[in-house]
Protein backbone atom coordinates (compact mmCIF):
# COMPACT_ATOMS: atom_id res chain seq x y z
CA UNK A 1 0.00 0.00 0.00
CA UNK A 2 1.38 3.80 -0.66
CA UNK A 3 2.57 5.76 2.26
CA UNK A 4 0.39 8.57 2.80
CA UNK A 5 3.49 10.74 4.43
CA UNK A 6 5.50 10.67 1.12
CA UNK A 7 5.52 13.70 -0.82
CA UNK A 8 5.03 14.13 -3.70
CA UNK A 9 2.42 11.56 -2.33
CA UNK A 10 3.37 7.83 -3.99
CA UNK A 11 0.51 6.87 -6.52
CA UNK A 12 -2.18 4.88 -5.18
CA UNK A 13 -2.96 1.17 -6.07
CA UNK A 14 -5.60 -1.16 -6.35
CA UNK A 15 -4.59 -2.72 -2.82
CA UNK A 16 -5.17 1.14 -1.55
CA UNK A 17 -8.51 1.13 -2.99
CA UNK A 18 -9.60 -2.14 -1.87
CA UNK A 19 -8.53 -1.99 1.92
CA UNK A 20 -7.51 1.60 2.52
CA UNK A 21 -9.13 2.58 5.48
CA UNK A 22 -11.48 -0.40 5.60
CA UNK A 23 -12.49 -2.33 9.08
CA UNK A 24 -11.26 -5.53 9.07
CA UNK A 25 -14.17 -6.87 11.61
CA UNK A 26 -17.22 -5.90 10.72
CA UNK A 27 -20.87 -6.62 12.35
CA UNK A 28 -22.08 -10.21 11.46
CA UNK A 29 -18.62 -11.44 10.14
CA UNK A 30 -19.39 -9.75 6.75
CA UNK A 31 -17.20 -8.64 4.13
CA UNK A 32 -18.66 -5.61 2.82
CA UNK A 33 -19.63 -2.94 5.07
CA UNK A 34 -23.35 -3.86 6.43
CA UNK A 35 -26.15 -1.83 5.01
CA UNK A 36 -27.71 -0.22 8.66
CA UNK A 37 -31.21 1.33 7.27
CA UNK A 38 -32.31 3.02 10.40
CA UNK A 39 -33.29 6.76 10.59
CA UNK A 40 -32.81 6.48 14.49
CA UNK A 41 -30.76 4.46 16.88
CA UNK A 42 -31.41 3.41 20.52
CA UNK A 43 -30.04 4.08 23.67
CA UNK A 44 -30.21 1.49 26.70
CA UNK A 45 -31.09 4.42 29.40
CA UNK A 46 -30.91 7.74 30.10
CA UNK A 47 -27.06 7.59 31.50
CA UNK A 48 -26.00 5.99 28.14
CA UNK A 49 -27.67 9.03 26.75
CA UNK A 50 -25.43 11.31 29.18
CA UNK A 51 -22.26 9.80 28.14
CA UNK A 52 -22.92 9.69 24.99
CA UNK A 53 -23.58 13.77 24.63
CA UNK A 54 -21.14 14.35 27.21
CA UNK A 55 -18.64 12.45 25.03
CA UNK A 56 -17.87 9.10 27.24
CA UNK A 57 -19.28 7.12 25.32
CA UNK A 58 -16.78 3.89 25.30
CA UNK A 59 -17.31 3.41 21.57
CA UNK A 60 -17.88 5.18 18.47
CA UNK A 61 -21.98 5.58 17.90
CA UNK A 62 -24.63 7.37 16.17
CA UNK A 63 -28.15 9.55 17.80
CA UNK A 64 -29.95 9.93 14.62
CA UNK A 65 -29.82 9.25 11.27
CA UNK A 66 -29.27 13.05 10.02
CA UNK A 67 -26.50 13.49 12.27
CA UNK A 68 -24.68 10.07 10.79
CA UNK A 69 -25.13 6.50 10.16
CA UNK A 70 -22.60 3.71 10.15
CA UNK A 71 -22.45 2.47 7.16
CA UNK A 72 -22.01 6.54 5.67
CA UNK A 73 -19.45 6.88 8.60
CA UNK A 74 -17.73 3.53 7.32
CA UNK A 75 -17.06 5.32 3.65
CA UNK A 76 -16.45 8.29 4.77
CA UNK A 77 -13.57 6.87 6.62
CA UNK A 78 -12.40 5.15 3.27
CA UNK A 79 -12.43 8.02 1.21
CA UNK A 80 -10.07 10.12 3.84
CA UNK A 81 -7.99 7.64 4.04
CA UNK A 82 -7.73 7.82 -0.09
CA UNK A 83 -7.42 11.24 -0.67
CA UNK A 84 -4.60 11.67 2.52
CA UNK A 85 -6.75 13.78 4.93
CA UNK A 86 -7.87 13.86 8.16
CA UNK A 87 -11.57 12.93 8.03
CA UNK A 88 -14.31 13.14 5.09
CA UNK A 89 -18.04 13.88 4.85
CA UNK A 90 -20.53 12.61 2.48
CA UNK A 91 -23.42 14.04 1.04
CA UNK A 92 -26.65 13.34 -1.18
CA UNK A 93 -25.05 14.81 -4.28
CA UNK A 94 -21.80 16.70 -5.42
CA UNK A 95 -23.48 20.44 -5.38
CA UNK A 96 -24.85 19.12 -1.73
CA UNK A 97 -20.71 18.73 -0.38
CA UNK A 98 -19.71 22.24 -2.76
CA UNK A 99 -22.80 23.81 -1.29
CA UNK A 100 -22.67 23.27 2.26
CA UNK A 101 -19.15 23.21 2.00
CA UNK A 102 -18.76 27.27 1.21
CA UNK A 103 -21.85 27.89 3.13
CA UNK A 104 -19.71 26.53 6.59
CA UNK A 105 -16.40 29.24 5.80
CA UNK A 106 -18.19 32.16 4.38
CA UNK A 107 -20.74 34.66 6.18
CA UNK A 108 -22.69 37.96 4.82
CA UNK A 109 -20.32 40.83 4.21
CA UNK A 110 -17.07 38.28 2.57
CA UNK A 111 -16.35 37.25 -0.10
CA UNK A 112 -15.03 34.70 -2.49
CA UNK A 113 -12.85 34.11 -5.63
CA UNK A 114 -13.80 31.55 -7.60
CA UNK A 115 -12.42 30.26 -11.11
CA UNK A 116 -13.86 31.07 -14.37
CA UNK A 117 -13.90 28.12 -16.60
CA UNK A 118 -15.67 25.51 -13.69
CA UNK A 119 -19.11 23.79 -13.29
CA UNK A 120 -21.79 26.39 -14.36
CA UNK A 121 -23.96 25.10 -11.10
CA UNK A 122 -21.56 25.81 -8.58
CA UNK A 123 -20.77 29.48 -10.54
CA UNK A 124 -24.46 29.62 -10.65
CA UNK A 125 -24.23 29.35 -6.51
CA UNK A 126 -21.51 31.49 -6.26
CA UNK A 127 -22.76 34.53 -8.36
CA UNK A 128 -26.48 34.41 -7.58
CA UNK A 129 -27.73 32.55 -4.91
CA UNK A 130 -24.61 33.60 -2.29
CA UNK A 131 -25.36 37.54 -3.39
CA UNK A 132 -28.72 37.14 -1.74
CA UNK A 133 -27.17 36.41 1.58
CA UNK A 134 -24.54 39.21 0.95
CA UNK A 135 -21.81 37.43 0.13
CA UNK A 136 -20.04 39.04 -2.92
CA UNK A 137 -17.68 36.77 -5.71
CA UNK A 138 -14.68 37.47 -7.95
CA UNK A 139 -14.09 35.14 -11.21
CA UNK A 140 -10.38 34.38 -11.84
CA UNK A 141 -8.81 32.20 -14.49
CA UNK A 142 -7.35 28.95 -13.12
CA UNK A 143 -4.30 28.92 -14.63
CA UNK A 144 -3.17 32.31 -13.64
CA UNK A 145 -2.30 32.73 -9.85
CA UNK A 146 -1.65 36.21 -10.29
CA UNK A 147 -4.72 37.07 -11.03
CA UNK A 148 -6.38 34.95 -8.56
CA UNK A 149 -3.96 37.25 -6.19
CA UNK A 150 -5.27 40.28 -7.38
CA UNK A 151 -8.99 39.95 -7.03
CA UNK A 152 -8.50 38.91 -3.12
CA UNK A 153 -9.81 41.54 -0.95
CA UNK A 154 -9.47 42.26 2.83
CA UNK A 155 -12.63 40.61 3.55
CA UNK A 156 -11.95 37.68 1.11
CA UNK A 157 -12.54 34.07 3.16
CA UNK A 158 -12.20 31.76 0.56
CA UNK A 159 -10.75 30.83 -2.90
CA UNK A 160 -12.69 27.81 -4.86
CA UNK A 161 -11.26 25.91 -7.89
CA UNK A 162 -11.35 22.92 -9.79
CA UNK A 163 -8.50 20.68 -10.76
CA UNK A 164 -9.07 19.80 -13.74
CA UNK A 165 -11.90 21.80 -14.65
CA UNK A 166 -14.93 21.51 -16.04
CA UNK A 167 -15.41 21.49 -19.41
CA UNK A 168 -11.77 22.89 -20.53
CA UNK A 169 -10.08 20.55 -18.03
CA UNK A 170 -7.67 23.47 -17.23
CA UNK A 171 -5.19 22.23 -14.16
CA UNK A 172 -4.55 24.93 -10.55
CA UNK A 173 -1.25 25.07 -9.87
CA UNK A 174 -2.10 22.98 -6.33
CA UNK A 175 1.16 24.04 -4.72
CA UNK A 176 1.15 27.47 -5.75
CA UNK A 177 -2.80 28.10 -4.44
CA UNK A 178 -2.16 26.37 -1.35
CA UNK A 179 0.90 28.91 -0.58
CA UNK A 180 -1.32 32.00 -1.98
CA UNK A 181 -4.22 31.11 0.48
CA UNK A 182 -1.55 30.34 3.79
CA UNK A 183 0.13 33.78 2.49
CA UNK A 184 -3.39 35.66 2.30
CA UNK A 185 -4.90 34.08 5.36
CA UNK A 186 -7.70 32.62 3.30
CA UNK A 187 -8.87 29.22 3.01
CA UNK A 188 -8.33 27.11 -0.09
CA UNK A 189 -10.99 24.51 -1.31
CA UNK A 190 -10.90 22.43 -4.86
CA UNK A 191 -13.15 20.10 -7.13
CA UNK A 192 -10.95 17.20 -7.87
CA UNK A 193 -13.93 15.71 -9.40
CA UNK A 194 -12.45 14.95 -12.72
CA UNK A 195 -8.61 14.12 -11.39
CA UNK A 196 -9.97 11.71 -8.56
CA UNK A 197 -7.36 10.54 -5.35
CA UNK A 198 -5.93 8.23 -7.83
CA UNK A 199 -5.10 11.01 -10.57
CA UNK A 200 -4.22 13.68 -7.80
CA UNK A 201 -4.62 14.37 -4.09
CA UNK A 202 -4.54 18.00 -3.50
CA UNK A 203 -4.65 18.08 0.19
CA UNK A 204 -0.99 16.79 -0.30
CA UNK A 205 -0.14 19.89 -1.63
CA UNK A 206 -1.56 22.07 1.15
CA UNK A 207 -5.22 22.25 -0.09
CA UNK A 208 -7.33 22.75 2.68
CA UNK A 209 -10.83 21.29 1.72
CA UNK A 210 -10.81 18.56 -1.39
CA UNK A 211 -14.78 18.20 -2.93
CA UNK A 212 -15.72 15.70 -4.97
CA UNK A 213 -18.89 14.49 -7.31
CA UNK A 214 -18.77 11.04 -5.86
CA UNK A 215 -21.18 10.22 -8.56
CA UNK A 216 -18.82 10.10 -11.08
CA UNK A 217 -15.64 8.67 -11.15
CA UNK A 218 -15.81 7.42 -7.56
CA UNK A 219 -19.06 5.63 -7.88
CA UNK A 220 -18.51 4.92 -11.39
CA UNK A 221 -21.26 2.79 -12.40
CA UNK A 222 -24.17 5.69 -13.43
CA UNK A 223 -26.30 4.56 -10.58
CA UNK A 224 -25.68 6.45 -7.52
CA UNK A 225 -25.64 10.27 -6.31
CA UNK A 226 -23.44 11.35 -3.83
CA UNK A 227 -20.69 13.96 -2.97
CA UNK A 228 -17.90 14.36 -0.57
CA UNK A 229 -15.64 16.65 1.33
CA UNK A 230 -12.64 15.57 2.66
CA UNK A 231 -9.81 17.93 4.66
CA UNK A 232 -8.09 18.77 8.18
CA UNK A 233 -10.66 17.42 11.33
CA UNK A 234 -11.55 21.02 12.20
CA UNK A 235 -12.70 22.18 8.86
CA UNK A 236 -14.97 18.68 7.95
CA UNK A 237 -16.24 19.08 11.68
CA UNK A 238 -17.67 22.40 10.96
CA UNK A 239 -18.98 21.10 7.21
CA UNK A 240 -20.29 18.41 9.19
CA UNK A 241 -22.88 20.20 11.75
CA UNK A 242 -23.68 22.77 9.26
CA UNK A 243 -24.96 19.13 7.15
CA UNK A 244 -27.09 18.36 10.01
CA UNK A 245 -29.07 21.19 9.99
CA UNK A 246 -29.44 21.82 6.09
CA UNK A 247 -30.28 17.78 6.18
CA UNK A 248 -28.05 16.42 2.88
CA UNK A 249 -27.39 13.62 3.95
CA UNK A 250 -26.23 10.65 2.09
CA UNK A 251 -28.58 7.58 2.53
CA UNK A 252 -26.83 4.16 3.61
CA UNK A 253 -27.44 1.91 0.33
CA UNK A 254 -26.10 4.86 -1.75
CA UNK A 255 -23.17 4.72 0.59
CA UNK A 256 -22.93 1.40 -0.06
CA UNK A 257 -22.58 1.47 -3.66
CA UNK A 258 -19.99 4.06 -3.41
CA UNK A 259 -17.96 1.78 -1.00
CA UNK A 260 -18.24 -0.83 -3.69
CA UNK A 261 -17.09 1.77 -6.55
CA UNK A 262 -14.19 2.70 -4.60
CA UNK A 263 -13.08 -0.96 -4.54
CA UNK A 264 -12.73 -0.99 -8.10
CA UNK A 265 -11.53 2.98 -8.73
CA UNK A 266 -7.98 2.10 -9.44
CA UNK A 267 -9.14 -0.57 -12.40
CA UNK A 268 -11.02 1.98 -13.60
CA UNK A 269 -9.06 4.67 -13.68
CA UNK A 270 -6.13 2.92 -15.58
CA UNK A 271 -8.27 2.11 -18.07
CA UNK A 272 -10.04 5.54 -18.69
CA UNK A 273 -6.57 7.30 -18.40
CA UNK A 274 -5.87 5.16 -21.25
CA UNK A 275 -8.79 5.33 -22.89
CA UNK A 276 -8.59 9.64 -22.40
CA UNK A 277 -4.85 9.85 -23.57
CA UNK A 278 -5.40 7.76 -26.80
CA UNK A 279 -8.93 9.50 -27.76
CA UNK A 280 -7.21 13.17 -27.01
CA UNK A 281 -4.61 12.00 -29.52
CA UNK A 282 -6.75 10.70 -32.25
CA UNK A 283 -8.89 13.75 -32.26
CA UNK A 284 -5.79 16.67 -31.71
CA UNK A 285 -5.05 15.11 -35.25
CA UNK A 286 -8.54 14.77 -37.20
CA UNK A 287 -8.98 17.46 -39.89
CA UNK A 288 -12.50 18.15 -38.47
CA UNK A 289 -11.69 18.69 -35.08
CA UNK A 290 -10.58 22.55 -34.44
CA UNK A 291 -9.52 21.73 -31.19
CA UNK A 292 -8.57 19.60 -27.91
CA UNK A 293 -8.39 19.95 -24.11
CA UNK A 294 -6.91 17.30 -22.67
CA UNK A 295 -3.86 18.41 -19.94
CA UNK A 296 -2.14 14.66 -20.87
CA UNK A 297 -1.62 16.26 -24.62
CA UNK A 298 1.64 18.55 -24.89
CA UNK A 299 -0.83 20.90 -26.41
CA UNK A 300 -2.72 21.73 -23.43
CA UNK A 301 -2.09 24.74 -21.54
CA UNK A 302 -1.24 23.28 -18.53
CA UNK A 303 0.65 19.93 -19.14
CA UNK A 304 3.54 21.22 -17.81
CA UNK A 305 1.20 21.64 -14.44
CA UNK A 306 -0.48 18.30 -15.09
CA UNK A 307 2.50 16.48 -15.33
CA UNK A 308 4.17 17.39 -12.48
CA UNK A 309 0.70 16.82 -9.90
CA UNK A 310 -1.10 14.38 -11.52
CA UNK A 311 -0.19 10.51 -12.18
CA UNK A 312 -2.69 10.67 -14.82
CA UNK A 313 -4.84 12.61 -17.13
CA UNK A 314 -8.45 10.99 -16.43
CA UNK A 315 -11.25 9.54 -19.13
CA UNK A 316 -12.99 13.18 -20.47
CA UNK A 317 -11.62 14.81 -23.51
CA UNK A 318 -13.06 17.81 -24.97
CA UNK A 319 -12.86 18.88 -28.22
CA UNK A 320 -14.17 21.51 -30.92
CA UNK A 321 -15.74 20.01 -34.05
CA UNK A 322 -15.66 22.53 -36.76
CA UNK A 323 -18.50 23.58 -37.96
CA UNK A 324 -20.05 25.47 -35.37
CA UNK A 325 -23.66 23.64 -33.31
CA UNK A 326 -24.93 21.52 -35.92
CA UNK A 327 -21.42 20.40 -36.90
CA UNK A 328 -21.30 19.25 -33.07
CA UNK A 329 -24.72 17.72 -32.69
CA UNK A 330 -24.29 15.79 -35.96
CA UNK A 331 -20.93 14.25 -34.55
CA UNK A 332 -22.91 13.47 -31.17
CA UNK A 333 -25.98 12.06 -33.03
CA UNK A 334 -23.91 9.63 -35.08
CA UNK A 335 -21.72 8.51 -32.08
CA UNK A 336 -23.04 4.84 -31.72
CA UNK A 337 -20.81 3.38 -28.23
CA UNK A 338 -21.45 6.90 -26.15
CA UNK A 339 -24.75 7.78 -24.72
CA UNK A 340 -25.89 11.49 -24.59
CA UNK A 341 -26.30 12.18 -21.27
CA UNK A 342 -25.28 15.10 -19.13
CA UNK A 343 -22.47 13.10 -16.68
CA UNK A 344 -19.32 11.76 -16.85
CA UNK A 345 -16.57 8.96 -15.09
CA UNK A 346 -18.90 5.72 -15.54
CA UNK A 347 -18.44 2.50 -16.71
CA UNK A 348 -20.11 3.60 -19.90
CA UNK A 349 -18.69 6.10 -22.51
CA UNK A 350 -21.14 8.90 -22.58
CA UNK A 351 -21.03 12.21 -24.83
CA UNK A 352 -22.70 15.91 -24.71
CA UNK A 353 -22.63 19.40 -26.51
CA UNK A 354 -22.70 21.39 -23.66
CA UNK A 355 -23.95 24.09 -25.96
CA UNK A 356 -27.12 21.91 -26.25
CA UNK A 357 -26.90 19.99 -23.52
CA UNK A 358 -26.30 22.49 -20.40
CA UNK A 359 -26.53 26.35 -22.15
CA UNK A 360 -28.96 26.02 -25.26
CA UNK A 361 -30.74 29.09 -23.17
CA UNK A 362 -27.98 31.19 -24.44
CA UNK A 363 -27.36 32.85 -27.80
CA UNK A 364 -23.99 31.70 -29.06
CA UNK A 365 -22.78 35.03 -28.53
CA UNK A 366 -23.76 34.63 -24.80
CA UNK A 367 -22.15 31.38 -24.92
CA UNK A 368 -19.13 32.59 -25.94
CA UNK A 369 -19.25 35.29 -23.60
CA UNK A 370 -18.07 32.81 -21.12
CA UNK A 371 -15.91 30.70 -23.23
CA UNK A 372 -18.56 28.14 -24.91
CA UNK A 373 -17.97 27.20 -27.76
CA UNK A 374 -21.25 25.79 -29.71
CA UNK A 375 -19.03 23.37 -31.48
CA UNK A 376 -17.94 22.06 -27.80
CA UNK A 377 -18.04 18.58 -27.28
CA UNK A 378 -17.14 16.43 -24.00
CA UNK A 379 -16.96 12.84 -24.51
CA UNK A 380 -16.05 10.79 -20.98
CA UNK A 381 -14.46 7.47 -21.75
CA UNK A 382 -15.83 4.74 -20.24
CA UNK A 383 -13.96 1.15 -19.55
CA UNK A 384 -14.92 -0.29 -23.40
CA UNK A 385 -11.61 -1.02 -25.97
CA UNK A 386 -9.67 2.21 -27.14
CA UNK A 387 -9.41 1.16 -30.53
CA UNK A 388 -13.97 0.51 -30.69
CA UNK A 389 -14.00 4.39 -29.55
CA UNK A 390 -12.05 4.75 -31.77
CA UNK A 391 -13.29 3.59 -34.45
CA UNK A 392 -16.59 4.84 -33.53
CA UNK A 393 -15.02 9.00 -33.37
CA UNK A 394 -13.70 8.45 -37.02
CA UNK A 395 -16.79 7.27 -38.31
CA UNK A 396 -18.77 9.67 -36.75
CA UNK A 397 -16.64 12.14 -37.52
CA UNK A 398 -16.17 11.19 -41.16
Known amino acids: MSDPNEFPPAPLTSTDAVHAGDARAKPYDAVPTPVVQTSTFTFESSAAIARFTNGESAEEREEYGRYG ?27 AAMTTAILALVRGGQHI ?37 RAIRPETRLIVSESPTNP ?16 KRVKTLVDATFATPFNCR ?13 TKYIGGHNDVLAGAVCGRAGLVSITRDLRGVLGSVCDPHA ?60 GVVSFVVRGGLEAGASVVDRLRIPRIAPSFGGVEALVEQPAVMSFYAMT ?35
Open 255 to 314: ASLVERGIKTLGLRIAKQNANGLAVARFLSEHPRVERVYYPGLPSHPDYAVAQRQMTGFG
Open 364 to 398: SDERAAIGIADGLVRFSCGIEEAEDLLADLDRALS
Open 168 to 183: YLSCVDLEGLAQLGQK
Open 202 to 214: PAAFGIDLVVHSV
Open 113 to 149: VYVRDGYRMTREFVEGTLARFGVSADLASARDLGAIE
Open 69 to 95: NPTVRAVEKRLAKLEGTEDAILFSSGM
